[in-house]
């Protein structure tokens, strides 16, 4: 009697039954679990791909994904729509977003951000780190690595503030909780290793690379693959670059280290800002040609970079390749689990912004700011410096505006003014504005619409910092196996030279307004 009921057609609806509010409630879950991980810009819809990478598609590739991966029906009952019509509808109206982008190791899936929705298409992981043998040393998990480290910073102090930037950078990667931090600049001689360190462990241990030389010297503004990881490099270059291209990439060094949010614009894609706290790596020869890819380092840039110099001989004997890379497929994992347990010291930590204090090794320091777009200027202002006021004993200062020292200056002798044919007013107050942005005795104020300024007379012999020699060193908690003390080597000393030759200032303008001439 119980099958014959169960034959029998049944005179009522499901809504009839149960309600059409608890119908159309059910029919929303089951349709939200057959469009479950699609979603809808307005334009492209995303969904992962086998690999588990978000991508996008269009309609028509998302319909015959619904058929063909989801088993939805593409034909209409009657005057009911097909699911698949219905699941594109439901998408639409019930898992739009305002954009997708990679939001660089931060939560997975829908993020708000800026009062919308988007999602996060970055999938990328750090290397994860081993459960033991994170212990420094030749009986640790990374002896070969150990070595490397230990023989790659010259003076090896340095090695401490390194780790404490690495340490900080991975551990935020990890957690999916990235935290601002300096770029670093690594310069050493050719073949010691740097380029090991900024291609080979760094990208394996941080989840990729991208060289972003183009970008950052801007001569590309396509930069969406850059955003889909946190480390961007650049690798031996010589620096050929004209004024202009500097100050851009100076201008974006200290962006990318000061700002969390970036334009992000893809192809095909809904521009959209982004947050990104990842790093910038740049290796180089410390010849004073490649140093000139170092930023013209103002007082505001020196918080936002390490520079590090590198050891004169490679720390350790490269095997051929295949023997490297099985090296750090074996070890990588033991030195993450050192940096996940390491403590910053003392003598490195720094503000909450950074977490690390900033390094710029003495010499480099030297050599950069030699070999800057300013240096030449500041040599002309020094030269005309000493002659103004030993000319006029009883000042203290000189005022004026560019253009008055400008006259001043090409009034001096016939030979300064025919090299200084190519220097114009404007390049003169852009050239004093970098000095006093580096602490130079330069100031300036407004009167009205013109900009006044004021060159005060130079200090006699003045004294130079030294940073302090008293300088520990704590790896891992562990005083037997940790490298050595340091050494400080910051001896930089004094300099009194006397004032250079008239022909060789003259020269020295010429050089620089040639060089400077296009920025006009």
Request: aromatic share 12%; with cysteine.
């Amino acid at each position: 009697q119980h099958e014959l009921l169960t034959l029998l057609p049944c005179p009522y609806s499901w809504a009839d039954l149960v309600g059409i509010q608890f119908v159309r409630e059910y029919a929303d879950r089951m349709m939200g679990r057959a469009v479950e991980g699609i979603y809808h810009d307005g334009t492209t819809y995303y969904r992962t791909t086998g690999y588990g990478e978000w991508k996008g598609f269009a309609l028509e590739d998302i319909k015959r994904h619904l058929r063909v991966d989801r088993g939805l029906s593409a034909v209409a009952n009657g005057g009911v729509p097909s699911e698949v019509d219905r699941a594109i509808q439901f998408t639409q109206n019930w898992q739009g977003i305002d954009g997708a982008a990679p939001f660089v190791f931060q939560p997975h899936g829908l993020i708000r951000r800026s009062g919308g929705t988007f999602l996060n298409t970055h999938t990328r992981r750090v290397l994860a780190p081993a459960t033991e043998g994170g212990t420094w040393g030749p009986t640790g998990g990374f002896p070969w690595l150990s070595t490397y480290f230990d023989g790659l910073f010259d003076p090896h102090e340095q090695l401490q503030y390194f780790l404490s930037w690495l340490s900080r950078f991975y551990k935020g990667a990890y957690v999916y909780n990235l935290e601002s931090g300096q770029n670093v600049f690594l310069l050493g001689p050719a073949g010691v290793g740097k380029t090991f360190l900024s291609q080979g462990i760094l990208p394996r241990l941080l989840g990729g690379s991208h060289d972003a030389e183009d970008y950052l010297l801007g001569n590309t503004t396509f930069n969406s693959q850059l955003f889909d990881v946190a480390l961007w490099t650049i690798d031996d270059n010589s620096a050929n670059v004209d004024a202009t291209t500097h100050r851009k990439f100076s201008s974006m060094v200290k962006k990318m280290a000061a700002n969390t949010t970036f334009s992000y614009h893809a192809k095909f894609r809904i521009p959209c800002t982004v947050d990104w706290l990842g790093r910038v790596i740049v290796t180089a020869n410390d010849d004073e040609e490649s140093a000139r890819i170092v930023p013209d380092l103002s007082i505001s840039l020196l918080d936002k970079l390490h520079l590090f110099r590198s050891a004169k001989k490679p720390p350790v004997e490269f095997p051929p390749r295949p023997a490297v890379l099985a090296i750090l497929e074996q070890e990588l994992p033991a030195f993450g689990q050192f940096l996940i347990g390491f403590d910053i010291p003392a003598t490195c930590r720094g503000t909450a912004r950074y977490g690390v204090k900033s390094y710029h090794e003495p010499s480099l320091l030297q050599t950069a700011e030699q070999s800057s777009p300013t240096a030449s200027f500041h040599e002309i202002v020094e030269d005309w410096a000493r002659g103004y006021f030993s000319d006029h004993p009883a000042e203290t200062s000189w005022e004026g505006t560019a253009w008055q020292w400008f006259k001043q200056l090409h009034q001096s002798n016939v030979i300064v003014a025919a090299a200084l044919r190519n220097l114009s007013p404007t390049m003169v107050s852009r050239n004093l504005m970098a000095l006093k942005a580096k602490d130079f005795p330069i100031d300036c104020h407004g009167e009205g619409s013109v900009r006044i300024w004021r060159i005060s007379r130079p200090p006699v012999n003045p004294p130079r910092k030294r940073p302090s020699r008293e300088i520990s060193f704590a790896l891992h908690k562990s005083s037997d196996s940790a490298p050595a003390g340091a050494n400080s080597g910051w001896d930089t000393g004094s300099s009194s030279e006397s004032a250079p030759k008239e022909s060789a200032v003259a020269s020295d303008v010429g050089a620089f307004a040639e060089r400077t001439a296009p920025t006009q």
